[in-house]
């Protein structure tokens, strides 16, 4: 029996070929959207002189006792770089950067 020429199996691949893997185009913007994220959160934090994401010991003024907690951005929506002030949230207590009378940053 006589192998048709064009049987998948004949053909001839190189060696490189099989270590390129196609690239997922959504995978990079991913990659980009979360790089200007980060970078973002840095402008804030930078700006506003917090550290956001992370869990923090803080008082705030006129507020008995301590908070402890992940500070997180009272928002989804960054504040335009010109804000003065941004609003931050500890659990489900809200405040004003403004507020923050100390804060510490926690190991986790």
Known sequence: ?????KN?????????DLL??????GEEGWFQF?????????????KFHIVLNQRVRMRLRGREGVLVGK?????L???PPTAETIRLRIGNVAFE?????????LED
């Open 20 to 25: 390129e893997f196609p690239r997922d185009l």
């Open 8 to 16: 998948q199996l004949d053909f001839n691949f190189a060696a490189d």
């Open 71 to 75: 500070l997180v951005l009272d928002s």
């Open 77 to 79: 929506v960054l504040p």
């Open 34 to 46: 979360t790089n200007e994220q980060k970078a973002a959160f840095q402008r804030v934090e930078d």
């Open 1 to 5: 029996m006589e192998q048709d020429p």
């Open 97 to 105: 950067n403004t507020d923050i009378d100390d804060f510490q940053p």
